[in-house]
Every structure is written in C-alpha cells, then in structure tokens.
C-alpha cells in the first residue's frame, strides 16, 4: 500500500555531518506528519524530529541545533540534515509517516514506517 524508502546512512567522523532522505510511495492521499527516530543497541527507539505538512517541526532536546528537519511535500519526501554529529547519534535511524491512503476506493489512516538506515559515528 505505502512504502517508505529511506537512504543516506553510513559512518562519519565526530563533527562530520550526514543528510538522511525517505520518499514515500504507493497509494497515497495525504501525507500529515512525518518524522525520523532512532534506536541505538539496547536502547528503545526514541523520537528525533518531526514535521507536521505545514511545516511546523518539533525535535528532541539532544538534537537541537544540530539536526534539522524538512519535508519536500511534491515529492513526498522528509528529510534530516545532521550536523555536529556525536558518538552518540550511532543509531539505526527509521523515518515514520502518518499517511491518509486509498485502499479499495476507500481512505484509511496509516501509520508506516521504513526499514531504517544505520548512522555510525566514530573516528
């Protein structure tokens, strides 16, 4: 029905910056909020950021001012600029959406997740 892609992972140094990116696709009516979390080893899987379709953004404290946010609404894509990156960003990062979408001539709410990127960060 809908799938969300997500790219962009991978190992940086601290103080490097990495740009996470996830296209959503499939049967879609609306997109509401859409947001990335992250689950680091032995850890629960914690809200990064979000983004609401008008904009509005929201972010966990640990991020602010490093990390931002952003959605391309046409494209149906979100993404996360990180910036000032510490060993402890290292987490499996999964983007969320909130979707409206069209199944059997029908609209349903669906909440629909990506298959997660890693992001290490280490030297």
């Known amino acids: 029905q809908v799938q969300l892609v997500e790219s962009g992972g991978g190992l940086v140094q601290p103080g490097g910056s990495l740009r996470l990116s996830c296209a959503a696709s499939?049967?879609?009516?609306?997109?509401?909020?859409m947001g990335w979390f992250r689950q680091a080893p032995g850890k629960q899987r914690d809200v990064v950021a979000t983004i609401t379709s008008g904009g509005s953004t929201n972010y966990a404290d640990s991020v602010k001012g490093r990390f931002t946010i952003s959605r391309d609404n046409a494209k149906n894509t979100v993404y996360l600029q990180m910036d000032s990156l510490k060993p402890e960003d290292t987490a499996v990062y999964y983007c969320?959406?909130?979707?409206?979408?069209?199944?059997?001539?029908?609209?349903?709410?669906?909440?629909?997740w990506g298959q997660g990127t890693l992001v290490t960060v280490s030297s």
């Open positions: 499939g049967s879609i009516f609306s997109i509401n909020t």
């Open positions: 969320n959406a909130r979707v409206i979408a069209t199944v059997s001539g029908s609209y349903r709410n669906l909440e629909v």
